[in-house]
């Protein structure tokens, strides 16, 4: 399992990096990154960025459920965005306060 990043932290900010090839090293963070993301409690994480593990790479995993698969999104462009009430992202930086935004975001692989 790997440490998550606690905000404030110049990795969260800075804008991360594209992956050029998918080798072992790559293959090796996603698996940590699934492992952390299986593992974490209180509250359950839904997802997870490289930035939150120390990692400046445009990588994020998803997983809604306990139950469900988590999918993998390497080098993700937002291409269109809608503002809507009805959607929000959380992101756990920091243990102890929820970050809440409004957005709904397409994204293309």
Excluded: C, Y
């Amino acid at each position: 399992m790997l440490p998550k990043i606690i905000s404030p932290s110049e990795v969260l900010t800075q804008k991360s990096k594209p992956v050029d090839r998918i080798d072992a090293s790559v293959k090796k963070l996603l698996a940590e990154m699934k492992e952390t993301l299986d593992t974490t409690r209180d509250p359950e994480g839904v997802g997870l960025a490289a930035p939150q593990v120390g990692k400046s790479l445009r990588i994020f995993l998803i997983k809604p459920t306990q139950k469900d698969k988590a999918e993998v999104f390497i080098n993700p462009e937002i291409i269109s965005r809608l503002k809507s009430e009805n959607h929000f992202e959380f992101f756990l930086l920091n243990p102890h306060k929820r970050i809440r935004q409004k957005f709904l975001s397409i994204l293309k692989l």
